[in-house]
T-cell receptor
Framework: GAGVSQSPRYKVAKRGQDVALRCDPI?????LFWYQQALGQGPEFLTY????????KSGLPSDRFFAERPEGSVSTLKIQRTQQEDSAVYLC??????????FGPGTRLTVL | GDSVTQMEGPVTLSEEAFLTINCTYT??????LFWYVQYPGEGLQLLLK?????DKGSNKGFEATYRKETTSFHLEKGSVQVSDSAVYFC????????????????FGKGTHLIIQP
């Protein structure tokens, strides 16, 4: 079956622009996670959904970051008024509850 | 809070050499431990896992044993190939498999492995 997909794969934004990153999880996976991976670093947890409920958003770095999963499937990570320090690869992962996470290819965001 | 420390790279080896990538962790409970691999141009893939002390995870010739007494989960392979060149991440979860709900993984910084022919 299809894996986790993310779009766009690459995004270039001017500082101050808003961006929206999309994640399509594996069909039937209840849990969905977003991570931020800076260059040369490991992924860092941003937020977690179980179905449409956002159960943990403790990793979101500021109130400019917002995530949603309105129908319990596709999720969107939105970053408002982007800044240079937001440049990173944004990874989405999905899983059955309490099981291995399967990662998408990521969206590389570059803020100029 | 939870943390994972793994050896810095890059690690450069010749083909057929023995590989060890060290990983130690700090966690509040009984975490599950993972090794993920990221091949060039690809996404993170789960390589192996261990969910309780003394468990050995293995896959594709790689092995790692969950050592609670030393809080370690070192990755080993007896004979590496050029195709093993990738970035390897050690990670933990405090709640996966424990009935405690779910949480995000805590990752180390990654170790870049380069295998020369």
């Amino acid at each position: 079956g299809a894996g986790v997909s993310q779009s766009p794969r690459y995004k270039v934004a001017k500082r101050g622009q808003d961006v929206a990153l999309r994640c399509d999880p594996i069909s039937g996976h209840v849990s969905l996670f977003w991570y931020q991976q800076a260059l040369g670093q490991g992924p860092e947890f941003l937020t977690y959904f179980q179905n449409e409920a956002q159960l943990d958003k403790s990793g979101l770095p500021s109130d400019r970051f917002f995530a949603e999963r309105p129908e319990g499937s596709v999720s969107t990570l939105k970053i408002q008024r982007t800044q240079q320090e937001d440049s990173a690869v944004y990874l989405c992962a999905s899983s059955q509850v309490e099981r291995e996470q399967f990662f998408g290819p990521g969206t590389r965001l570059t803020v100029l | 809070g939870d943390s994972v420390t793994q050896m810095e790279g890059p690690v450069t080896l010749s083909e057929e050499a023995f590989l060890t990538i060290n990983c130690t962790y700090t966690a509040t409970g009984y975490p599950s431990l993972f090794w993920y691999v990221q091949y060039p141009g690809e996404g993170l893939q789960l390589l192996l896992k261990a969910t309780k002390a003394d468990d050995k995870g293995s896959n594709k010739g790689f092995e790692a044993t969950y050592r609670k007494e030393t809080t370690s989960f070192h990755l080993e392979k007896g004979s590496v190939q050029v195709s093993d060149s990738a970035v390897y991440f050690c990670a933990l979860s405090d709640t996966m498999y424990s009935g405690g709900g779910a949480d995000g993984l805590t990752f180390g910084k990654g170790t870049h492995l380069i295998i020369q022919p």
